[in-house]
């Protein structure tokens, strides 16, 4: 499907391509399931690095793995806005590196919510090392986190991960590393936030 085509049917829905979809309401993602080739932010074996524009957050994650392309896989995000009530956010940047070839669990420091991704990929250990760009709102404070269920749910499938669910947002996630496989599971990190500012420590 054209995505021109797309864009002009849902010129009131605000996506952000490099990205693969729409996220609420569910009724209107269902029109972007026919993902076009160009549609994946790397190649296989290839660093990228993603940013939502100014003021959106990661809300659905895709990815294909491909065993004779490295055990690697293409990448895709969709952004959204977020609600006025948040405000416009007040600080953002990198994460810390997490290694590739080794278990991790990450979220974003001083309360941020997830607005990127970035990855390299090792030939030596058929792995990515990953990181996160992260935007924190004022003071506001996470609270009723959660963990997804894992992505892909066996490795070497496809994941499709879509929170459709707008008062949760991406805060980091939890991943384990197959050194058969050659692949990742993830479980993202959920949690809503305070309408209001909040004392908090650097976590």
């Known amino acids: 499907m054209d995505l021109t085509v797309l864009w002009v049917l849902l010129p009131l829905v605000t996506v952000a391509w490099g990205q693969y979809g729409d996220w609420y309401p569910y009724q209107q993602y269902q029109q972007y399931q026919d993902y076009s080739d160009d549609g994946w932010v790397n190649l296989n074996r290839q660093g990228f690095s993603f940013q939502c524009p100014h003021g959106q957050v990661v809300v659905a994650v895709r990815s294909i793995f491909s065993k004779k392309e490295g055990s690697d896989r293409q990448w895709n995000y969709a952004c959204m806005p977020t609600p006025q009530r ?118």
């Open 86 to 203: 948040l405000g416009e956010p007040t600080e953002c940047w990198w994460e810390e590196i997490n290694r590739a070839g080794m278990e991790w669990y990450q979220t974003c420091s001083n309360n941020g919510l997830v607005a990127g991704f970035q990855s390299r990929y090792f030939e030596s250990v058929l792995d990515r090392e990953w990181q996160f760009y992260c935007c924190r709102y004022s003071k506001r404070c996470p609270y009723s986190c959660w963990l997804t269920t894992e992505y892909p749910g066996h490795y070497g499938e496809e994941i499709d991960m879509i929170s459709y669910n707008y008062d949760y947002y991406m805060r980091g996630a939890t991943t384990t590393f197959s050194a058969v496989e050659r692949d990742r599971q993830w479980k993202f990190i959920m949690c809503r936030m305070t309408d209001y500012d909040c004392e908090f420590a650097n976590a």
